[in-house]
């Protein structure tokens, strides 16, 4: 099974010390991807350098930073001499901490290394075992020389994700904006399982449900770390509805509109953390 994750907006900084190997293309997975994120990085890079030389107003603007960030536009430009760590240790925010890689015991650990693609505006997508440095720049991102990046990563991805995921089942837990950048076509999509969050209230004896926003983070961690840890393989959209049920969730189904299409599984919560 394939997990496809979207990345987080903030980033953990460098390990103390600051010491480290510098970043290497070529030590990614998804070799597929180089050429592409090679000219990510080397755009980035120049439009970070030269505001950190001079004014920072245009990066600011094309990254979405506020003053407040503006430490984020030379953390990039120094990205090919910054040092590494997994990818998974980069990420953080509130699906990261609910998924708690760092404290998955070494079965589960090797299971996420081998299931999770994190999706990200820079490097197209990433193993939670690749290496990389921490870095500002989402999936929204228009940079000046290559246009808008959903768009941009739309081509390299189509070629190189229908082989990572092979014959297994694809759950896909981004968010639309990530969603964007690759859509399983065919085949590959009617192995795709779409999950959304879901809250259930009692109004005057009525059950209502609307959709998540923010804390739906929280649960999909949660919903891939019972994954790991129990080891489950489902090998379809049903199997994993299935799965997940035993496994304390309550899911709901919808199978594809049509041919071709990936199937939906609604995640029913009422508690919101």
């Known amino acids: 099974m394939l997990v496809l994750l979207p990345p ?3 980033k953990a900084p460098p390990a103390p010390g600051g010491a480290g190997e510098p970043l290497r293309l070529d030590a990614l997975s998804l070799p597929g991807l180089t050429e592409a994120r090679e000219r990510v990085l080397a755009e980035l890079v120049a439009l970070c ?3 950190v030389d001079g004014d920072d107003a245009k ?20 990205l090919r001499e910054a040092p590494v760590r997994p990818a998974g240790e980069i990420y953080t925010g ?3 901490d609910a998924l708690g890689l760092g404290s998955l ?7 996420a290394g081998r299931a999770l693609l994190v999706f990200s505006g820079l490097w197209g997508a990433v193993g939670v075992d690749d290496p990389i440095p921490s870095y500002r720049c989402s999936g929204g991102v228009k940079l000046p020389g290559l246009g808008g990046l959903g768009a941009f990563w739309r081509g390299p991805l ?44 009692l109004v005057d004896g009525v ?18 770390r019972s994954l790991l840890t129990e080891g489950t393989e489902p090998a379809s959209a049903a199997e994993l509805a299935e799965a997940l049920g035993d496994l304390g969730h309550r899911v709901e189904l919808e199978p594809a509109e049509r041919a071709g299409r990936p199937a939906r599984l609604d995640v029913i919560v009422t508690d919101v953390r």
């Open 105 to 111: 015991d070494a079965v589960a650990r090797r299971r």
């Open 94 to 96: 509130v699906l990261y």
């Open 49 to 51: 350098a030269e505001a």
């Open 8 to 10: 987080s907006e903030g």
């Open 207 to 224: 059950e209502k449900r609307s959709v998540v926003s923010h804390f739906n983070k929280a649960t999909k961690g949660r919903l891939v």
């Open 158 to 201: 189509a070629e190189v994700l229908p082989g990572a995921a092979g014959d297994g089942l694809v759950l896909d837990l981004r968010s639309s904006a990530y969603a964007a950048m690759w859509k399983p076509k065919g085949e590959l999509a009617e192995r795709t399982v779409a999950v959304r969050v879901l809250q259930s209230q």
């Open 59 to 78: 990066a600011r603007e094309v990254l979405g930073l506020s003053e407040g960030l503006r430490g984020e536009i030379a953390k990039n430009a120094g």
